[in-house]
């Protein structure tokens, strides 16, 4: 499979766009002024404890309040509390030695909020969603900083091993060389991008972790909430950092600042594919266009989604989920109708995942594909649609057809899906849908005629559709004679 990553940038953000093989698979879009995006690091006062929901209600600097519940607290939420305010605390000129911390007992499972959070402290937490609608940001406590082959997990000293690596001798290895390479106080996930590397790629890789959780320290120095500590790195590289293998192929950016930066992670995390970075020579053409994104976005977004075959998708939003309905179309391959459905739906279950990726839909999503009868198709289906949201990073579920013939997938939600208008407005009905009556039409007529004779105009000829002619000519005394007259 070939990828490639186009970048956009322009004065109001960057979008960026990731195509496998030339197809349109994911877009998103970085505003200028991007803040409370996953993964960024703040500093929050908690300012209202709800004891009926165990959660509490945290001011992080956003204009509604954001949202921490007590199963995101994590089991270290003491310890994490005792370093926040002896980071807070420290002398300016004296550095904080994080291997000399001594974490603090770990909280229950069924515990509850105002027993860790009764005094309403100042704590660190980290964006687990970003706003949406009318809700302000959800947090967690449980703090994790990403590299590209390991993640660090602060406050314990559990080392975990992706499940994705089913090598048991590899696992051994990996588990061996993090055991020794790993400071006090850390814990460390290894990713599945780390299988095959050697100790001095993931030492490296570490150490970067490390040295990023001590600027955080220093970040935290006298400073008075709500504040951000620390911000995730830009979408580009960390869109570089999870995606970035052996099947990426091309990344083209319009702009010098973000070519150079990306030149330069790529050269740190990956120097053998720094020269699949190009910078693009504006020729006139926007970068969206000349790579064919721009066709894509508008043939993808909107209600109706057409397939190749004829058949196709209507997907309808509401608050709480989202329905995607197959038709058939004009597409008939045999005179088999069982063996068209199953067809049909095949082609419509892998554009379904693309869609899910490309609108970053989440939540309930209800597909109702074409009734199939025989089992073996059905169960063709689902191995199906796992299949092709394997390629997906957000988690998500794929339940079996249910008796009514309904699929349903939850998919993870982190932040407002993607919704392009690529409708433009009627001027005829101004978007409504509704044409105006006749009646009112023969008024606004007459008005702007009566208008244009007291100007002095002379020799008028109106042109209007053929309805509208009959309605003004026909009849024994037709509005015609009236206005002649």
């Not at 004065?11 to 195509?19: K, R």
């Not at 904080?96 to 105002?114: L, M, W």
Request: with cysteine; glycine share 4%.
């Amino acid at each position: 499979m070939n990828k490639e990553l186009i970048i956009n940038a322009a004065p109001t953000g960057v979008e960026i766009a990731l195509l496998e093989d030339k197809k349109l698979v994911e877009l998103h879009h970085e505003k200028a002024d991007a803040s409370f995006a996953v993964g960024d690091l703040y500093l929050g006062k908690v300012k209202k404890l709800i004891p009926g929901l165990n959660a509490a209600f945290v001011d992080v600097g956003f204009e509604k309040d954001a949202f921490l519940h007590y199963t995101d607290l994590s089991p270290y939420a003491r310890s994490l509390l005792k370093f926040t305010q002896q980071a807070m605390s420290a002398p300016e000129n004296q550095e904080f030695d994080f291997s000399q911390f001594q974490t603090e007992p770990e909280i229950v499972k069924t515990g509850k909020i105002n027993e860790v959070l009764g005094q309403k402290p100042n704590i660190l937490v980290q964006i687990l969603k970003e706003p949406i609608a009318a809700k302000g940001p959800r947090l967690s406590c449980e703090i994790s900083l990403p590299g590209r082959f390991v993640v660090v997990t602060p406050f314990n000293d559990v080392i975990a091993v992706s499940r994705k690596i089913h090598s048991s001798e590899e696992r051994k290895r990996l588990n061996k060389i993090v055991e020794a390479i790993k400071p006090k106080n850390f814990g460390v996930i290894v990713r599945t991008a780390a299988e095959g590397k050697n100790t001095a790629e993931l030492h490296e890789d570490l150490n970067m972790l490390v040295e990023s959780w001590k600027n955080l320290q220093h970040n935290l120095k006298g400073v008075t909430a709500p504040c951000k500590i620390l911000s995730e790195q830009t979408k580009t590289t960390s869109m570089l950092r999870d995606l970035l293998n052996e099947d990426f192929n091309r990344i083209v950016v319009n702009d010098k600042n973000i070519y150079t930066d990306t030149r330069n992670y790529i050269q740190k995390i990956a120097p053998e594919k720094k020269e699949i970075v190009t910078l693009y020579n504006n020729n006139g053409t926007p970068i969206f266009d000349q790579h064919g994104v721009t066709k894509q976005v508008k043939a993808s977004f909107g209600k109706t989604v057409n397939l190749p075959s004829g058949a196709y998708l209507i997907i309808e939003h509401t608050e709480a989920l989202h329905v995607i309905d197959v038709n058939s179309g004009y597409k008939s391959v045999s005179n088999n109708q069982e063996m068209n459905a199953l067809e049909t739906n095949l082609e419509a279950a892998a554009e379904i995942a693309r869609q899910l990726r490309l609108r970053d839909l989440g939540g309930i999503i209800v597909v109702d594909f074409i009734d199939m009868k025989l089992p073996d198709n059905k169960r063709k289906l689902i191995e199906a649609m796992e299949e092709f949201m394997r390629s997906d990073r957000a988690k998500h579920a794929v339940l079996p057809i249910s008796k009514f013939g309904l699929m349903q997938i939850t998919r993870q939600r982190m932040k407002p899906e993607v919704n392009i208008n690529t409708l433009e407005v009627c001027p005829t009905c101004n978007g409504t849908g509704k044409i105006s009556s006749t009646l009112v039409l023969e008024d606004e007529i007459e008005k702007n005629l009566s208008y244009l004779v007291m100007q002095k105009h002379k020799g008028l000829s109106i042109v209007v559709h053929p309805i509208i002619y009959a309605y003004l000519t026909k009849g024994l005394i037709s509005i015609r004679r009236k206005w002649s007259w």
